[in-house]
């Protein structure tokens, strides 16, 4: 950023551009990870602001833009408040229509927690969920996969891996390649999905998008979820996100390092190879077939919950 950006307040001719203007520049150039995300909080922001002159923007501005948002985490809030202002530092330093970013304070909210799921409450969850979700499911909570990245995911993503799979997704949240390690589990999952069709592994069911890319999720986890009775509420991190948590607390109990638990879940990267040879993701493999055992050493057994069909 250039010096002095944040001192030269308001005297630029151009800054009666508005927010939706420079939004919708800002997106036309977007190379970045995660576009669907920044594109959706752009469609909240601009009913609030899209049409206030980047002069006139500040603190206040947002004020009916957080009224409107009530059953919203502060997390979420506050990510979409922080687009609106990387909207307007893009306005400063690259359109070079304002000079200045506006400080807007940040939404306080209830810290929500994360309840990984028991074996119990898996087998719940499954019994209540139609047989595409469970496979669905079923992979997620082997593989610890991001829900983008699993819906993205192609049949040509997919090779054998020793006992399982080595899946590598075309959309990752930063953008880079990585590998999925799928274990058994996780491969009879994939394999139970060919008889669906379409070019997507975990496609869509629905009449109006059937074999499509699945975009949309939420009512097919929360009423499944309601009715095997997981925890909710305000302090309740809820959603398939629980499936990710559920795999790293698994690696955990199995006694698998904090940095072996970060390659799995993508936080590190797995050094992939091109005929996937390398021996750090046939250790990541060995890691996985860990935590398709139950503690009591009894196997899941997939006729009990849906998967047998």
């Not at 993503?157 to 990585?178: C, H, S």
């Amino acid at each position: 950023m250039r010096r002095g950006i944040y001192h030269n307040r308001g005297n630029n001719p151009k800054s009666r551009k508005t927010w939706g203007q420079a939004a919708y520049e800002w997106l036309n150039q977007w190379d970045g990870k995660d576009f669907r995300r920044q594109k959706d909080a752009v469609k909240v922001l601009l009913p609030h602001i899209g049409t206030v002159p980047l002069c006139n923007l500040n603190n206040a501005s947002f004020e009916g833009y957080k009224e409107a948002q009530q059953g919203k985490s502060a997390s979420t809030i506050n990510l979409e408040i922080g687009v609106a202002k990387r909207v307007v530092r893009f306005a400063v330093e690259i359109l070079e229509w304002h000079d200045y970013v506006p400080h807007v304070k940040t939404v306080k909210g209830t810290v929500r927690v994360v309840h990984p799921l028991s074996w119990e409450q898996q087998d719940r969850l499954f019994a209540y969920a139609k047989p595409w979700w469970v496979n669905a499911y079923q992979f997620a909570v082997n593989t610890g996969i991001r829900p983008n990245e699993m819906f993205g995911l192609k049949w040509n993503n997919i090779e054998p891996f020793m006992d399982g799979m080595i899946a590598v997704p075309e959309e990752t949240k930063n953008g880079k390649k990585r590998a999925v390690i799928v274990n058994s589990l996780g491969k009879l999952a994939v394999e139970r999905q060919k008889k669906y069709g379409g070019k997507y592994i975990f496609c869509s069911q629905s009449y109006h998008n059937k074999g499509g890319r699945v975009v949309s999720w939420g009512d097919a986890w929360s009423r499944p979820a309601e009715k095997a009775g997981l925890p909710k509420g305000d302090d309740v991190r809820g959603g398939m996100y629980i499936l990710r948590h559920t795999t790293a607390y698994r690696l955990g109990r199995v006694g698998a390092p904090s940095e072996v638990i970060r390659q799995f879940l993508g936080h590190a990267n797995a050094n992939i190879t091109e005929h996937y040879t390398d021996p750090a993701l046939e250790r990541l493999m060995e890691w996985g077939e860990k935590i398709t055992v139950r503690p009591q050493g009894k196997e899941l057994m997939l006729c009990n919950i849906g998967l047998a069909s």
